[in-house]
């Protein structure tokens, strides 16, 4: 018969403190309820956790996911995430939203970096807890610089990214045997002093696969009709999810030609991702505007 093994926390090589697994008795969601760890009081330096939140639904955190959290100093995590997450983490732990920028304000990454590096440099743990994956479009690579050039330990955790829950909660494939043998993730929205080459949609238009759009919501009519300019069909089937995960989730199908329309008519409003090509139009009981 086959037992279950918990492990306590371990120390890493760099000498910071390192969650470890959790039994699966710990409850249905994997609390990771693990003791609190003794805090390093300014004896050595801590380690920052790139945690991936997921698309939304607090049960699709990894398991690795929530041992982070038990053993947070400080949780620093962005306005998207669900905050039922934050339960994984210790009550004594700090817990600071990083900001929501239509409310007016919204920490610059530079601060952010700062506010992570002092923590770990004052021995805390720390847990940057971010929306989907910490690598697709989540500003980790920035993230991960900035702690490398501080020399502080870290440790990135993947998450589920919006576009595999679009798959597994509204239904849609991203890949298809017959429809679409390869995915784009592509970005709506660039920095506003981005250096370097447009996004190539005449190649996009052309790509034999699926496309989805991350921040696409305010710029649709751009690029939409970059891609209708390349030779993508105004009938190619679209599909876009808000709040993929989420119990309020939507799902709106309609095609590349009205795409922007339809957002705009229907005042659709991020976060959503936006799935365009063939496999779309291939999910069950879909309904086209």
Not at 102 to 122: C, K
Request: hydrophobic share 40%; net charge neutral.
């Amino acid at each position: 018969m086959a037992t279950r093994r918990s492990f306590a926390g371990r120390s890493s090589a760099d000498g910071a403190r390192v969650p470890g697994p959790v039994s699966r008795d710990d409850g249905p969601f994997f609390n990771a309820r693990q003791p609190k760890m003794t805090q390093n009081s300014g004896k050595g330096i801590g380690k920052v956790f790139l945690v991936g939140a997921g698309p939304g639904d607090p049960t699709l955190i990894t398991i690795r996911g929530t041992q982070c959290l038990a053993a947070a100093d400080l949780v620093l995590y962005d306005y998207l995430i669900n905050p039922e997450l934050l339960r994984y983490a210790p009550e004594s732990s700090e817990q600071i939203c990083m900001g929501h920028p239509h409310n007016g304000y919204a920490r610059l990454q530079d601060d952010v970096n700062q506010q992570m590096i002092a923590a770990a440099r004052n021995g805390r743990t720390v847990v940057r807890l971010k929306s989907g994956d910490p690598h697709i479009f989540g500003r980790g690579a920035e993230e991960v610089a900035a702690l490398v050039a501080a020399q502080v330990p870290f440790e990135v955790v993947p998450g589920v990214t919006a576009a595999a829950a679009v798959a597994s909660h509204a239904g849609i494939p991203i890949t298809h045997r017959d429809a679409a043998s390869a995915v784009a993730l592509i970005t709506g929205h660039r920095r506003a002093d981005q250096n370097g080459a447009e996004l190539d949609y005449a190649s996009l238009a052309d790509f034999p696969g699926t496309l989805v759009f991350y921040m696409g919501i305010t710029t649709s009519r751009q690029w939409s009709q970059s891609l209708l300019s390349g030779g993508r069909s105004a009938d190619t089937p679209v599909a876009i999810v808000r709040r993929a995960s989420w119990p309020d989730q939507e799902t709106i199908h309609c095609t590349l030609g009205s795409v922007a329309d339809v957002i705009q008519q229907r005042d659709l409003r991020a976060p959503a991702v936006i799935v365009v090509g063939q496999a779309v139009g291939l999910t069950p009981g879909r309904m086209v505007d």
